[in-house]
C-alpha cells in the first residue's frame, strides 16, 4: 500500500499538510509516488519552505510555469532573504492564487505546506494558521508519535502555550496519547479551518518500533473518536517504510511505504 493509496488520492488531488513531525518527508513521498504514476507533481507552500532538493525550482508569477512538465516542480512566489536555519527558503503563493488556472491546470497533483512547524515534533497553529487552500481535496494533519511523554514545554514542541490551553495542560505536564489525539482533532488545534468538503486524515509519524506503533494508534484512535471528519487515520515511519491505515472502529490494515 502505498501513501497515496492510503489517502485515497485520484487523478486530480491537492493535499495540504499542516502540523509537525513529517509534513516535508510526507510531501516528498507523494511527490516521488506521483512521479512514477505518471503524474505532473507541483510542491509548494501557502507560508515558507526551504528549498527541496532533487526538483526543478520555479520562482516568480504562476502563468511563466512551463506547460509541458516532465519532473515534480517546486514552486514559490519569490526567494527569502537571508532565511532562517536553512541556505535557501522560499515564499509561497496565497491560496486563491493555488486554485487558479495556472497553476490548477499545470499540474494533476499539488503538495501544499500549510503551516509552519520549525522541525518540532508537535505543534499547535498560530493565530494566522492553518493556510489552507479551499480547492484542496485532502488535509494531512500530521504529529511525530515522539512526542508522547515529553512536557507541553519542552524545545521539542511548537507553540506549547496554544497546546496548553486546547488540552488543559499544564507546561511541565508529559503529553500523552490522548492530549495528542485532541490537539488533532480540535477546531482550535493543527486541523483548525478544514472545509468540510475536504478528506481530513490524521497522520502520526515516527512509528519506527512496535511500541511506537501501539502509541500511534492510541492517538489516531482518540482523534478519530473526536472528529467526525476522519474516517481513518494513517500510521507512518518513513525510517523503516511502515505504513498502517487505522479505520474508524478500529479495523487496520498496515505495510511497507513503497519507496
Request: glycine letters at 10%.
Amino acid at each position: 500500500m502505498q501513501l497515496s493509496s492510503a489517502l485515497g488520492l485520484g487523478p486530480k488531488a491537492m493535499v495540504a499538510f499542516v502540523g509537525a513531525g513529517g509534513k516535508k518527508t510526507a510531501m516528498r513521498q507523494l511527490t516521488l509516488e506521483g512521479l512514477r504514476q505518471g503524474h505532473r507533481v507541483g510542491y509548494t507552500t501557502t507560508t515558507k519552505m526551504p528549498v527541496p532538493s532533487g526538483m526543478t525550482v520555479h520562482v516568480g508569477r504562476p502563468e511563466t510555469i512551463p506547460d509541458a512538465i516532465e519532473r515534480p516542480v517546486a514552486l514559490g512566489a519569490e526567494r527569502v532573504e537571508n532565511p532562517d536555519r536553512v541556505d535557501a527558503k522560499l515564499d509561497g503563493y496565497t491560496p486563491s492564487v493555488l486554485c487558479d488556472a495556472p497553476i490548477r491546470d499545470r499540474f494533476d497533483w499539488l503538495m501544499v505546506k500549510a503551516d509552519g512547524a520549525r522541525q518540532k515534533e508537535l505543534t499547535a497553529p498560530a493565530a494566522h494558521e492553518p493556510v489552507i487552500p479551499g480547492g484542496a481535496t485532502h488535509v494531512g494533519v500530521v504529529a511525530s508519535v515522539r512526542a508522547v511523554g515529553v512536557p507541553v514545554e519542552s524545545e521539542l514542541i511548537h507553540r506549547s502555550e496554544r497546546i496548553s490551553a486546547i488540552t488543559g495542560l499544564s507546561s511541565d505536564t508529559p503529553l500523552t496519547t490522548t492530549a495528542i489525539g485532541t490537539l488533532l482533532a480540535s477546531p482550535q488545534g493543527v486541523c483548525a479551518d478544514i472545509d468540510p468538503t475536504m478528506t481530513g486524515v490524521p497522520i502520526v509519524n515516527k512509528a519506527d518500533t512496535e511500541a511506537l506503533c501501539r502509541r500511534a494508534r492510541s492517538v489516531v484512535r482518540t482523534a478519530i473518536d473526536l472528529r467526525d471528519q476522519f474516517d481513518w487515520g494513517l500510521i507512518t515511519s518513513f525510517r523503516t517504510g511502515h505504513l498502517e491505515r487505522v479505520e474508524a472502529g478500529g479495523e487496520q490494515a498496515g505495510s511497507r511505504v513503497g519507496v
